[in-house]
Structure formats: structure tokens, C-alpha cells
């Protein structure tokens, strides 16, 4: 017999499919895996001087921080700081991706890929489609916490959006053929 | 009309097969490699032993149940020697710092093995293949949710260096055999293996572990009857000298390993006796012809397993 399994099989215990620790608590495994994710947040919360829940900087910390037209990040960051905003499920943040990709549907005639298809397997839910995102996507933090009733209301970001449309519309051109 | 069946032929074969870049000299061979290694292995230690101030509920018994069914998931998915160890490195790492109830803990063996198949595969493990050998006892949307907190609580810091990192470095500095050369690794990646299920072992710096199993592996082989400098304390020398580790220590590291070898391959072959008798009695009570199963047995032991399932 190989040796290694001569070795390994000292530790063995039969079929490998198995449950070693019995029934899990399913509901102390939610809870406390909401408490983990609170507590990572509010850790990068005080390490960063910026409140991720609300995406407003914090008054004290050790950064200031600048705003950025959300679309001249790139679209990783922009989908998962919003994921992860989704996920925490404290503010009912929509998946703007959702709504970049239906806005370019409607001109491009679907050719643009949804980004909600990712692929990825850890993107929890579905995201709902919501077209006010887009506003909530392309604001930066910096004006959002000075005036971000007025904000909701101007299309301050038409042109940010413009620039996200045709990156959107672009992309399978490249890849495709 | 030949055409389709050779496309056919072409697809079964890849199916199955890995692709593998071949050793790559200006990593394997270049020493700034290795003092990179040895310079960043200590950060992905975990530094104290949390049985004594972590963790009420979970036992050392119980991290070497977790981790003998990782290291068999791995075995039977075939996976690549190293996610293993990585898989163990997380676990600890996270046992470290996190209090954990002793149902979790199965599902945290499980995001381990996720996490490390993902970096070190080019086919991981799937979360539902993982539920299943949980026997289902965890969902597919726990395993993600909770490879989130794992991800979070080990700050993103995945690529920890592991015992196989040394592996190529080590046996390029020795004067081996060419042709003993594939057994003395994969002997030296079994000791690695029972090092990752047995807790004294998770505060060794990954360096001192891959010497200790190469160590292991040249005496196990009895090739230091052959070549003088991997005679005894020659070989030791030699292997500290490739990790800037002191003589003494590694030498202690090796015995430890021998010791954990023997003491499993003890209990290796307790456990056959124990299912062969057990086979035995039942074939007994059944009234089947004894002599021959005995027989039968001896020469094929590992299908004594497959008997009783």
C-alpha cells in the first residue's frame, strides 16, 4: 500500500462524508454571523474615519476624505462597495449595477452583458432592479454629506452617467468578436 | 466522417487532465526567493495557543477531527498538496482570535478548504460538493456567508506561505538521487500533511516543518547509506543551513515528526487489526468460510473498508 496512505489512513474515520458536531444551530449561526460582519465593519469604520453604512467620512480619523465621480472608479469597486453595503442589510442599498445595465438596455438594445450575471458565487441574493440607485451609485461621498436631499433631485451626474454608459456598451464589442 | 470522433477522443482526454506549468527555474532556483519566504513566513503564524485562552467550547481532540475529515475531503477530491495546510492555516489563524462553538466548527473547516481551493486551484472545491461532504449539515449559503467573516477576520491575508513553499528549495540545495527525487517529495508532503492535523505543530514556522519533513523523508528512505552527506547530523547541517535555522531545533522538529509518523503508522495498523477482526466476527457469525476471508484480507487491506460499507 502508498505510503501516504498507510499514514493518512491512521487518521481516517470511514466514509468522508459525514457530520462530525452534530445538528447546527441555525439561527445562533445567522446572529452571529451578522455580529461578525458588524464587527468587521465597525472595525474598518474606526480604521478608515468613514462610515460604510451611511458612506459619510467620520468626523475624527486619521484620513480626509475626498469625493470621487463614482463613475471614473472602476466599475469592481464601484459594485462592491455596494454589495457589501447590501449584504450588511442595514440600509436597503440597491445593486447599482442593476440599474447601469438596465439604463444602457434601453439604448443599446441589451447588447451589454448584465454584470448582475457574474458569475460570482458569492454575491448574496438577487439584487433588485432599481433605477434611483443610479443616483445613490454616481454621488460622491463628499457632496452627499453636505446637501444630499438637493442632490437626489439634480442630474448633476448625467455626464458621469454618460461615461458609464459607454464603457457598459463598449465591453462586449471588445471581448465578442 | 473521422473528424467527431477524434474532437471526441481530444475532449476525453482533457477532461481529466491538469495542466501544470513546469518548475519555473527563476523561482525555484533563485535564493532571494527563499529569503522573501523566510522573511514573511512568521506573519501568517498564529502566535498563541487558543485552547488555553480563546476557546471554552472546542478541544484539541476536536481540531484533529475537523482536520483529518479536511485532509480527507482533499484526498478524495484529489486536491493539490498544498490546499490542505493552507485550509489548517486559516482555521487556526481564525480559532485564534474568534470564540467558536464546536458546531461551527465543521463549517469552518469547510470555508477553510473553500478559501485555500480557490487560491491554489485551477478547479476548487464547489460549495455544494463541500455541503455535501458536510453530509449537508451546512447550507451552500452559510459556506458563503461565513467565507465573508473568515475572509474579514484573517484581513484578506490568504496567501500564506505554507510548508510546501520550501519543498523545491530544500531538495534543490541537497545531493539526492535524481531518480529518488519524486518519492522523497511526496513522502516529505505526506509528514507535511500529519504535521497540519496535529496542533504542535501550528506554531512552527512553515521553513522549519518543510525541513523537518525533507529530514524525515531522506532518513526515512535510508539514503544517507548511500550518499555521506546526508548522513545524520551532515543532512541536519545541511538543512539548517538552507533555512537559516539552528541545528538543534530543527533536528527537535524532525524527531517530532518521526515520532507523530510512528505513533500514526501504530495506530494505522491497530485500527486494521481492529477492522479485520471485526470483519472476521462477522463473517463468523454469518457462518462464511473464515479462513479464506483472512486470507483474502491480508493481501487486500484496504478493501476491508469497502467490506463493511
Known sequence: MAFHKRVLRSLGNGPARRNLFGPVDREQLQQDYHTALMQDLEEASRRWGFNFLTEKPLDEGDFLWEGVAGAKVPRVYRSSTLRKGLQCSVEPTSLSEAAVSTETGSTSAGAAPSPVQSGKENVPGTPERNTNSLRDLERTPEKRSANSNMLKRKQTNITDFYQAKRRVVGTPRKSGQ | ?309
Open chain 2, 1 to 309: 466522417m473521422e473528424r467527431p470522433e477524434h474532437n471526441m477522443e481530444l475532449l476525453c482526454l482533457e477532461k481529466d487532465t491538469v495542466v501544470r506549468a513546469q518548475q519555473d527555474p527563476n523561482v525555484f532556483f533563485d535564493d532571494r526567493v527563499l529569503q522573501s519566504l523566510l522573511t514573511i513566513e512568521e506573519r501568517f503564524l498564529p502566535r498563541c495557543p487558543y485552547f488555553n485562552h480563546v476557546q471554552q467550547d472546542i478541544k484539541p481532540f476536536m481540531r484533529r477531527m475537523v482536520a483529518t475529515w479536511m485532509l480527507e475531503v482533499c484526498e478524495e477530491e484529489r486536491c493539490e498538496e498544498e490546499v490542505f495546510p493552507l485550509a489548517i492555516n486559516y482555521l487556526d489563524r481564525y480559532l485564534e482570535v474568534v470564540e467558536t462553538k464546536k458546531g461551527c466548527l465543521q463549517l469552518l473547516g469547510a470555508v477553510c478548504l473553500f478559501l485555500a481551493s480557490k487560491l491554489k486551484e485551477s478547479r476548487p472545491l464547489t460549495a455544494e460538493k463541500l455541503c455535501l461532504y458536510t453530509d449537508n449539515s451546512i447550507t451552500s449559503q452559510e459556506l458563503l456567508d461565513w467565507e465573508l467573516v473568515v475572509l474579514g477576520k484573517l484581513k484578506w491575508n490568504m496567501a500564506a506561505v505554507t510548508p510546501h513553499d520550501f519543498i523545491e528549495h530544500i531538495l534543490h540545495k541537497l545531493p539526492l538521487p535524481e531518480d529518488k527525487l519524486s518519492l522523497i517529495r511526496k513522502h516529505a508532503q505526506t509528514f507535511i500533511a500529519l504535521c497540519a492535523t496535529d496542533f504542535s505543530f501550528a506554531m512552527y514556522p512553515p521553513s522549519m516543518i518543510a525541513t523537518g519533513s525533507v529530514g524525515a523523508a531522506v532518513c526515512g528512505l535510508q539514503l544517507d547509506r548511500t550518499e555521506r552527506a546526508l548522513h545524520g547530523d551532515n543532512l541536519s547541517e545541511l538543512l539548517a543551513k538552507v533555512t537559516n535555522t539552528e541545528v538543534d531545533c530543527l533536528k527537535s522538529c524532525q524527531e517530532q515528526i518521526e515520532q507523530l509518523l510512528r505513533s500514526s503508522l501504530r495506530e494505522s495498523q491497530e485500527k486494521q487489526q481492529r477492522l479485520e477482526q471485526e470483519a472476521l466476527n462477522r463473517a463468523a457469525s454469518k457462518g462464511v468460510d473464515t479462513q479464506s476471508m483472512s486470507q483474502s484480507q491480508s493481501s487486500t487491506p484496504t478493501d476491508v473498508r469497502d467490506i463493511n460499507l
